[in-house]
């Protein structure tokens, strides 16, 4: 195999590959194996056809299409070890020659790597962080675990409260007319939770069991499903359980999870709460910094890049949903989108996204920041650790790709240290209305 490069404008390339005739000779022998059985001519059984013989009733060209889907299928992932270049998009392909004796050719379209002109990374100005934890943060998050601890108990005697959670039936209509996704049966929901359209869950407090009622509302101007949007709407509901959340005793649950005393539950929930608002605040500041970083620097994204980047992102959404039992195509019908929509949606974080890594990658070759041996090392047994696999198997038949792109996420991670290292920290401002109550004051 053969490969030239010619580069284009805005960071693209064409890549134009060739492969020896005696390659297409073996994709085509390996097409008519997959053909044969589809294949009649009379005189000969299903699968007995001579490959010469079909060739000289149909032509060579029968082949050359699944033998194209070989070739490329099977060289172009082995360009890249012919090139010394930064392919940042999926390729689109197209096939310049393929005839029997002479080599398979075929061009790829590509974006590269583009340049970066990084702008000021060190002494970048951030908006600093409140992460001081007060006694109302740690009450909050002891009520919180109090709350992930307790049990939902029947109640049969009072109707329903805020807090309750209750199962119950619902049947919507517009101008008494039901419509698609408005009604269920033992549909479980907490009042006060908002997980309904304002309005709603309020006015199911106070129904008794087994009780009709009638729920108006109005859907929101901006709903998802735009044929419902600012409609006026009547749920017939009828709640047939009632369960309320007991709570456990403190004491209980300190005794419970092993603490020697209230004080050192306290102490160990604060110093779980620091930790969390020092990572916020980690990650807030990682954001304003690489965001002006980006706004200080000059960065041409070509389009495939982009649209690479959205593919990807995509497929995660799209493996996020099937996690929860849906399918990106219900998800679709359901919001009332199309998944061009979504990609417009999301291109804006995808050009972000690639913005971010690019100003981070070209911090990292101005500070010569490197991953090392010890570091990968350490990021394979966090990883391992994460998927409760040892290092042997969580490394077994690990690509070099894989290692490559390890390299390439401790080098950034390395640029942000730099980043955050240098940053400075200014207090927000305050507003109007606080200035002059404070002038007042004085």
């Keep these: 195999m053969n490969v030239q490069v010619e580069k284009l404008e805005g960071s ?61 299928n099977e060289n172009y992932p082995n360009v890249f070890d012919q090139i010394d270049e930064d392919v940042v998009s999926s390729p689109e392909i197209e096939v310049t020659q393929i005839e029997k004796g002479k080599e398979f050719i075929f061009e790829a379209t590509v974006a590269l790597r583009p340049p970066v002109k990084l702008g000021k990374y060190k002494g970048v100005t951030v908006t600093k962080v409140d992460t001081d934890v007060t006694d109302e943060d740690v009450q909050q998050e002891i009520d919180n675990d109090l709350k992930r601890n307790s049990r939902l108990v029947e109640v049969t005697d009072r109707p329903a409260e805020k807090g309750d959670t209750i199962v119950f039936d619902f049947k919507g209509t517009i101008d008494g007319k039901a419509f698609d996704g408005g009604s269920a049966e ?37 709903y998802q499903a735009s044929e419902l949007a600012g409609k006026d709407a009547v749920f017939a509901c009828r709640i047939h359980t009632i369960r309320n959340r007991e709570m456990p005793e403190l004491s209980d649950y300190i005794d419970d999870q092993g603490f020697d005393s209230e004080e050192d539950y306290r102490a160990d929930v604060k110093d779980r709460i620091e930790k969390r608002k020092n990572n916020e605040a980690r990650r807030a500041y990682e954001d304003e910094a690489i965001g002006k970083i980006i706004a200080d620097s000059e960065i041409e994204l070509p389009d495939p890049m982009v649209e690479t980047q959205v593919d990807s992102m995509i497929r995660d959404y799209s493996m996020s949903l099937r996690q929860s039992g849906m399918r990106l195509e219900d998800y679709f019908k359901f919001s009332n989108t199309s998944e061009e929509q979504l990609r417009t949606q999301m291109r804006p974080e995808a050009e972000d996204r690639l913005k971010g890594s690019l100003v981070l990658e070209e ?41 490559d792109r390890l390299k390439k996420e401790i080098v950034m991670e390395k640029a942000i240290d730099v980043i955050l290292d240098n940053k400075k920290e200014t207090k927000k401002k305050a507003s109007k209305k606080k200035d002059e109550k404070s002038a007042e004051e004085e």
């Design 12 to 72: 693209m390339a064409k890549l134009i590959i060739s492969v020896e005739p005696e390659k297409v000779d073996e994709a085509c022998n390996r097409a008519y194996k997959r053909m044969k059985n589809r294949i009649s001519i009379p005189g000969f059984r299903k699968g007995k056809v001579p490959k010469n013989m079909i060739e000289k009733m149909y032509g060579p060209e029968i082949w050359y299409e699944d033998a194209t889907q070989f070739l490329i």
């Design 363 to 403: 911090i990292g070759n101005a500070e010569n920041l490197e991953a090392t041996e010890e570091d990968i090392n350490k990021k394979i047994e966090e990883m391992a650790s994460m998927y409760g696999m040892s290092v042997e198997t969580f490394t077994k038949d690990m690509p070099d790709s894989e290692r």
């Design 186 to 222: 033992n549909h479980t929901l907490e009042l006060g939770s908002n997980t309904f359209i304002p309005g709603f869950e309020d006015q199911l407090v106070g129904v008794s069991l087994e009780e009709d009622v009638d729920v108006n509302v109005t859907f929101p101007e901006d």
